[in-house]
């Protein structure tokens, strides 16, 4: 579902999209430069971007090398080996994602790159979500790309020829979606600027030493000043006719009121750091975290509830549940979206009539499955089977601190059976392990049933599974094992994890949801339905969880464009995949709500796993008794996450290489 890793080629898309809305393009002289390269104002600058290159291309000894000269001002004994023996376009890619980062604190921390040379001030600032910033990293992102046309690379491998590829296409997509500025939502219940504020300080600023805490602090004293540059962004969006819908903005303010609990020693800022400090260092704890609690009443606090008043005051003037359509230029930035997440060039009615007979065809295939444990009538619709299935208690774990705990301990059960049935299939494994936990209870109410992150270049972080617990009547016993391949292994996890592990350009080891969804995405879906080829689910119910799943993102098919492109409404959009599928109607609820704020992303799921099932058919019919499922699982997870066209592309040469 949801992982949220570090957004780089993803800028590339959103910072293309934060021009303002004009006949003509903003120059640089009418905008004044707000954000600085982190390093900026110390000398010899470019040395740091030397040091944490190397870092990202697996040297470290000799980035720390550099460190060391600079700290002992003796910058002339380092030797610039970055580009030595290296292709033009590598070191291309490299400068590329230096622009993208250099600027962004927030990014750096969660890479986690320059912590790893002992480089740690970068942790003192956030992020600048000022228009004039972003507008900035636009003309950047314009820069970078000026080289990418040239044919005159010289000789390139095969991965350098498709990370070209993959570029060019995020190049051409990014400058056909400058018309739709701010169309983005930037707060939502599902993320944003918001959900990137609280996860930089509870998920990637480091916590190990006393400069870490020194930064912490000095951090939380930024979050007002980045709190008013996002109103002054939502109020411009909100004068263009861009502005949330009514109901995801009710769940945005339940999240801020979430974020003020009565007793500032409650916040989840301050109680985060407090699971630390007194590890980091005993003796000054209490004087740490009587400084942090000071900071956030004066700072924090007032900060958020700042922002809350925003939306209140907000409130009165949203009203309606619309899609996309109703934002200006509408239907053609629905169109751009649906390019986007699922890097082809299906329209919004064909996604729509795909959606039809792929729901069609799963519910024919539940219908037998139901039968056979005896849920059979013809008058009733699947969801409705599928709801008096859910109703039996057999299938949940008791809605306790103790229940939670069993649901989390049979999803690791889950994860090691896949390891052991479903590892055959593949050459390549992560070396990086992943862990099972729950969605933090602040985010439960707006996040989906699962989502996962993956590990941080350097290898310190594991992947994480995030399981909602909320309640527990949204988590039966039967869609546990293909929720687990889905969102660990051999699903995100297995692909994610390698991706980030390869030999790729730094630039494409790291991606995010929102980036080559269809690919992502698809891959999680396309292993769920190889379980289920391999007879993995271990009985009648859990196959139907397979289908039921399965089913969803078929139905997504339908909602997403029924709700951005027909003009459904929310209430039409509920219905409908609560008949579909059977699923809890909160669950529901909180699905269709989600694609209110994240159009199209939805469609990504199941266009990604037919295409990826196509090619695999192909690969079949082709190769014969020369097909190896292990080689054609190679050549999809070597590609790293890509365009749709790229990765037929990338098969098609596999299929041609196998029979020479």
Known sequence: ???????????????????????????????????????????????????????????????????????????????????????????????????????????LSELG??????????????????????????????????????????????????????????????????????????????????????SVFTLFHKLETIQDTALYITRLQKIPE??????????????????????????????????????????????????????????????????????????????????????KALQPQVTTNHGVWALPNGDAFYAYLLERHTTTRLTADQIHELGLHEVASIQNQMRAILAQEGFVDANKPVGQLVQDVAHDARFYFPDTPVGREQCLNEFRAILERCRQELYPLFDLKPSSQVEIVPVPKHEEEGMPAAYYLGPSLDGSRPGKFFANLRSMKEVPTYGMETLTIHEAEPGHHFQIALQVESKLPVLRRVSRPDEFNAYIEGWALYVEKLAYEQNFYSSSFSKLG???????????????????????????????????????????????ERYFVLPGQACSYKIGQLKMLELRARAKKALGYKFDIREFHNAVLTLGSAPLTVLEEVIDQYICDTQA
């Open 113 to 198: 790159l320059f912590e790893s040379i002992g480089i740690r001030e970068h942790n003192a600032f956030l992020a600048d979500v000022s228009p004039e910033s972003l507008v900035q990293n636009f003309e950047d992102q314009k820069a970078c790309f000026q080289k990418l046309a040239l044919d005159t690379w010289g000789n390139l491998s095969p991965e350098q020829k498709n990370s070209l590829k993959v570029l060019r296409w995020v190049q051409k997509h990014t400058l056909a979606g400058q018309d739709f500025v701010f169309h983005d939502y930037k707060i939502s219940q599902m993320g944003g600027i918001l959900f990137d504020l609280t």
């Open 546 to 592: 397979h289908l039921r799943d399965e089913l969803l993102r078929a139905v997504r098919l339908v909602v997403d464009t029924g709700i951005h492109k027909k003009r459904w409404t929310r209430e039409q959009a509920i219905d409908y995949m609560y008949n579909a599928t059977g699923f809890d109607r909160n669950s529901v609820v909180t699905e269709i």
């Open 226 to 311: 980045q709190i008013d540059q996002t109103i002054i962004l939502l109020e411009h969006q909100k004068n263009l006719g861009i502005v949330i819908p009514a109901c995801a903005l009710e769940k945005v303010i339940n999240i801020i009121q979430s974020l003020l609990p009565a007793k500032t020693t409650e916040h989840i800022l301050y109680t985060h750091l407090a699971g630390h400090v007194k590890t980091i260092d005993p003796a000054q704890s209490n004087q740490i975290l009587e400084q942090t609690e000071n900071i956030i009443g004066t700072h924090v606090y007032p900060a958020f509830q700042k922002l809350l008043d925003y939306f």
């Open 1 to 107: 579902m949801r992982f949220f890793i570090i957004v780089l080629i993803t800028l590339l898309l959103e910072t293309s999209m934060i021009q303002p809305v004009s006949n003509t393009q903003p120059s640089k002289q009418d905008i004044p430069t707000r954000t600085k390269n982190v390093f900026a104002h110390k000398p010899h600058a470019h040395l740091y971007w030397q040091a944490f290159l190397h870092v990202a291309n697996n040297n470290k000894e000799h980035a720390k090398t550099i460190i060391a000269a600079l700290q002992a001002n003796k910058p002339e004994t380092i030797i610039d080996s970055h580009k030595t023996n290296r292709h033009a376009l590598d070191t291309y890619f490299d400068e590329i994602f230096v622009t993208l980062v250099a600027r962004n604190p927030q990014a």
